[in-house]
């Protein structure tokens, strides 16, 4: 037998193990990447979360990433960064970020050049 398409991959399911609800717009790792949480997640319960797609989302405000920077998520924090520590990185800056901004725009879970 060959593959078989299943659906999408933009969407992927998720299930809250944290003990917690996860509030809608908080990034959790997801399959080796990180995928954004739409709507409040009781703990337990599954949905799906966005892999693929551009999100504005906190960053620490004295980055100054430049765009195609890689943004690791600080899960201490919720929040994006530049720098790597020991972070699980997320995606790619869409647009230049100045000092003193709280958001960026990211490219979740693309790294190439392409």
Do not use: H
Not at 40 to 46: H, T, V
Not at 101 to 106: E, K, S, Y
């Amino acid at each position: 037998m060959f593959g078989q398409y299943l659906k999408d991959g933009r969407v992927i399911d998720y299930t809250n193990s944290t003990g917690a609800t996860i509030s809608g717009g908080t990034l959790v790792t997801v399959a080796g990447g990180v995928g954004l949480v739409q709507s409040d997640l009781a703990n337990g319960a599954s949905a799906g979360v966005a892999v693929e797609g551009q999100i504005e989302y906190d960053c620490l405000s004295t980055d100054t990433p430049a765009a195609g920077a890689t943004l690791y998520l600080d899960t201490d924090n919720n929040r994006l960064t530049t720098t790597a520590a020991s972070w699980l990185a997320a995606g790619k800056a869409v647009y230049a970020k100045a000092a003193g901004v709280a958001r960026v725009v990211c490219m979740i879970n693309q790294f190439s050049n392409a």
